[in-house]
């Protein structure tokens, strides 16, 4: 199929999304082509720490600047993605209190409001803290949820003129001299292959932007850092818990929704797509991250993942914490003469929408066309839809209930299907609470399969894409196997290896 | 009062532990927390799921005992594993049976649209071995979330129907509660009016195992005479009605037959003095009670009945700490395909042949304590298909060599 458009952005993360929107509200036609589903990357592999900018405060403050300016922003354009439950920086015996001083100052310095709390106040907020705390820092820290928080540029991206080839690889790029005049890709789940003509291309691929830019020979140097989490099986904070040291492994536990999730580590890895967490890595999270909250040695793990951090880095060696999170913004005219192609890569989730910002306002200058970013301004569709608990969980136990873990009802994913353009399982899992519980969808995905033939919605053979969910779980699941963990394990093995003989 | 035997676990070793001891004239005692995994997972009885259904299972199995001396088949011998099936088959007389085909495994269409190689067959899934050339029909509940007769129907390349329920048509149904509505002749009725409405002249009605839990055979027998064709029962996702129907009739058998049973609690603790278990505790809050015996029975099951306990670095055995035998470490324990064989999976206690566990040497612990079902080592139940031949044989053979 041929196709037109002004833009092509590459990559369905939180930036490609933002870029989406960013461009769609200043009235530019887009297009982005992304190989999976949205959030296949990193932004759907994080801890989804909603950044204050304690965290690179004293190592990195421009990157922590961007962050507390980015936080008061989505606060309001996004405050359904968002839970504001503030952090603390807790000083344990062993850590020297030079460095939260230190921390305190640069706080000021860079405007994040902090709070120096006493020993007694931290435990009063956080009584699972350990309790030979020294003290802790109040920051504006929170949790996001980043399916909801790019799923939602994307559908107001849409509403505005944006378009999107979803599960469709790039082949090739044309070239015309120094311009890429089309390219060409592949749906990878139909076959069906698209010519697509455009005047520029914004490379927004994350941890794939130097595989991308190979295709013309080029290389910015991302280096690829390995972060692995824990996640347990209930809320064992109310708040963002963060060590109050330079950052170093398993310093943050950050709550999401009912669960906490442990982070993290940083591993150099030359491989994008074959990520694990090892052994080690599950020790060392569990090891440091009980040290302020001591129940983690007891706790229940339903899952262990990784994502790769792209990090922005010139040329030298050193530890990947020492190079800046800030965002790497690069014209490929200026570079390396390629007129019509930007790459943004690095950056954090909390600041997607800066670099969607910049990024644009780049591509108006190459244009020559004088307009205004509003994203700043503008809250995202679901801003004004209520929230809370309340509304929840008021339909349970009158419908029919698919997920028992977090009670995702059946005609809300039925509604869902209705709704169309899902091509595979984990399009569905991703606009879903579906197998994010404790059973991890031991349960819920075989419903679902059965749903979707109830339906005549069932494409391809369902044992198959069972098998299929269960290899992929088994992945997170592998790791953090004992304890109560193990014993739910024997039963889903016992369900699809006993009694459906898969 | 002091008994002659504790059997601690009420799943389905434990159970014939205490069938063994009590026909052999003994006061036994039998204390549970549950059902063990009787509702979870058995419907058939699994004997060895490797033997092909062109093989006469008895040949199969000599050649599985004469190759794996370790395996638990291995330390009954032949002779006592078909002893100890005929004595579960004693409380089974008909209607409700076991039964195999031609003495070999048989296929069995499960609720996930496969099949799986299975030994004795209740009789309410016996017509569902054969479905070749038949016009078949799946029904499915509206609200009952585990079993979906579309999706079956579309591998069994048949019709499905799901029948809305007479009440409260929005809200879910379980397996359990479905299970006794079918005992319920108004709910028959409109079961058998509503199939008739919507078959188109099937000769066999495929249902998930939900026939009622006291008596299947009266169930099955209303229903087909209602709706005028042949029907089977699916084994389904957890819980398991078959698997309740089994604990029921052992229960009521073994009542009837003298043995007392202590269930809802579990053993809290086990007094040992020398080589020699004398006491068990049980707590039941706010006092901690003691029950003495000559003999015990260990019949505790694995990970999800607690029988065996696993931290981040160890596999462990809680009650007795009988030492248990296991891989190197736990990054041995999984493999990394989810179907994979895991190693855990052969973890457990090891015993003498006479099933009374044993030190790293091979010398017996205690001289009082036997270990039965699937806490033992050596066997991968899950892929050979021997759940429940593990747990009849050896609680089989533990009681006949602990009373002997």
Same mark, same amino acid.
């Given at each position: ?502 | ?216 055979? +009266? ?5 087909? /005479? &209602?709706?005028?064709?042949?029907? !089977?029962?699916? =084994? #389904?996702?957890? @819980? ?65 009945? +607690? ?5 981040? /670095? &160890?596999?462990?055995?809680?009650? !007795?700490?009988? =030492? #248990?035998?296991? @891989? ?77």
């Amino acid at each position: 199929m041929k196709l037109q458009t002004e833009v092509v952005i590459i990559g369905g993360g939180a930036t490609g999304a933002g870029i989406s929107r960013d461009l769609s509200l200043r009235g530019i036609p887009s297009l982005l082509i992304e190989k999976g589903d949205f959030l296949s990357g990193a932004s759907g592999r994080n801890h989804g720490l909603f950044h204050s900018g304690g965290r690179y405060v004293v190592s990195d403050p421009e990157a922590a600047r961007e962050c507390i300016s980015e936080n008061r922003i989505l606060r309001k354009i996004a405050p359904h993605c968002i839970e504001e439950t503030d952090g603390l920086f807790v000083s344990l015996p062993e850590d020297n209190l030079d460095f939260r001083n230190q921390f305190v100052q640069a706080c000021q310095e860079t405007t994040i409001p902090a709070h120096l709390l006493s020993r007694d106040e931290a435990l009063s907020l956080e009584p699972g803290l350990h309790p030979d705390l020294l003290s802790a820092v109040k920051v504006p820290d929170g949790a996001i949820d980043p399916f909801e928080l790019v799923l939602e540029n994307a559908k107001d991206a849409e509403e505005h003129g944006a378009t999107f080839l979803l599960h469709t690889e790039i082949t090739s790029l044309l070239l015309d001299g120094n311009r890429i005049k089309s390219v060409l890709a592949k749906d990878l789940l139909s076959d069906e292959e698209y010519s697509i003509k455009t005047s520029y291309l914004i490379n927004a691929t994350g941890a794939w932007a130097d595989l991308f830019l190979k295709r013309l020979g080029l290389r910015i140097g991302v280096a690829l850092s390995k972060g692995s989490m824990l996640i347990t099986n209930q809320r064992l904070a109310q708040r963002v818990i963060n060590r109050c040291r330079p950052p170093s492994n398993g310093d943050i536990i950050v709550p999401n929704h009912t669960v906490s999730i442990l982070g993290t580590t940083s591993v150099r890895t030359e491989d994008v797509e074959h990520i694990e967490v090892t052994p080690h890595e599950v020790s060392l999270l569990i090891e440091e991250t009980s040290k302020m909250l001591p129940a983690i040695k007891d706790a229940r793990f339903i899952r262990a993942y990784a994502g790769i951090r792209p990090l922005f880095q010139s040329e030298e060696k050193g530890d990947d914490r020492a190079i800046s999170r800030g965002f790497a913004l690069i014209d490929h005219e200026k570079r390396d003469r390629i007129k019509n192609l930007i790459t943004i890569t690095g950056g954090k989730l909390v600041t997607y929408r800066l670099m969607a910002e910049k990024t644009s306002d780049l591509l108006c200058r190459k244009m020559g066309v004088n307009v205004s970013c509003t994203t700043h301004l503008k809250p995202l569709p679901g801003a004004e839809k209520p929230s809370g608990l309340k509304n929840w969980l008021a339909p349970v136990g009158q419908e029919e209930i698919l997920c028992d873990c977090e009670l995702v009802r059946k005609k809300e994913v039925e509604d869902l299907l209705k709704e169309g353009n899902l091509k595979n399982l984990q399009d569905i899992l991703h606009r879903t609470r579906l197998a994010k519980g404790t059973c991890q969808g031991g349960f819920c995905v075989y419903r679902l399969l059965g749903v979707l033939h109830d339906l005549g919605m069932a494409k391809g053979e369902s044992n198959k894409i069972l098998q299929g969910f269960l290899e992929e779980r088994w992945k997170g699941i592998r790791p953090i196997l004992w304890g109560s963990a193990l014993k739910e394990e024997e039963l889903i093995e016992g369900i699809y290896k006993g009694i459906f003989n898969l | 009062m002091h008994y002659d035997l504790i059997v601690i676990g009420m799943g389905l070793s434990g159970l014939m532990a205490a069938k063994t001891a009590i026909e052999m004239g003994k006061r036994v005692l039998i204390i549970g927390k549950g059902l063990g995994t009787l509702s979870i997972f058995s419907n058939t009885i699994d004997l060895l799921g490797t033997i092909p259904q062109t093989m006469k299972m008895k040949d199969g199995l000599s050649q599985w005992v004469h190759d794996h001396p370790e395996h638990p088949y291995g330390k009954v011998g032949l002779e006592k594993i078909e002893e100890a099936l005929s004595s579960f088959n004693s409380f089974f007389p008909p209607p409700y049976t076991f039964q195999s085909k031609n003495e070999a495994n048989s296929l069995v269409p499960t609720g996930a649209g496969t099949f799986r190689l299975t030994y004795l067959i209740p009789s309410t899934m016996m017509k569902g071995i054969n479905l070749k050339g038949k016009r078949i029909v799946i029904i499915g509940f509206e609200g009952y979330k585990d079993f979906y007769a579309s999706r079956l129907a579309d591998s069994l390349n048949c019709r499905g129907i799901t029948l809305s329920l007479p009440e409260n048509p929005s809200t879910e149904i379980t397996a359990t509660a479905l299970a006794r509505w079918m005992e319920k002749p108004f709910f028959r009725e409109f079961f058998g009016t509503e199939a008739k409405k919507q078959m188109r002249n099937e000769e066999l009605i495929g249902l998930p195992a939900v026939l009622g839990i006291h008596d299947p055979m +009266g169930v099955r027998k209303d229903i087909e /005479k &209602k709706t005028g064709a042949s029907i !089977f029962e699916i =084994p #389904v996702l957890p @819980p398991s009605i078959p698997g309740m129907r089994i604990f029921n009739r052992f229960k009521a058998r073994l009542l009837q037959q003298g043995a007392n049973f202590l269930s809802g609690l579990p053993v809290s603790n086990v007094i040992l003095r020398k080589n020699r278990c004398e006491n068990i505790e049980v707590f039941h809050p706010p006092v901690t009670n003691a029950y003495s015996a000559d003999r015990f029975i260990l019949a505790t099951g694995r990970f999800i009945s +607690g029988g065996l306990m696993a931290n981040r /670095k &160890k596999i462990l055995e809680p009650l !007795f700490n009988l =030492p #248990v035998s296991q @891989p190197g470490s736990q990054e041995d324990w999984f493999e990394k395909s989810f179907f994979d064989q895991h190693p855990i999976h052969y973890s457990g206690i090891s015993t003498d042949p006479s099933l009374r566990p044993i030190d790293e040497p091979g010398k017996p612990l205690f001289e009082n304590v036997w270990v039965a079902g699937t806490i033992l080592a050596g066997h991968h139940c899950l892929d050979e298909k021997s759940r429940e031949g593990i747990e009849i044989v050896t609680g089989y053979w533990a009681a006949k060599n602990a009373m002997k």
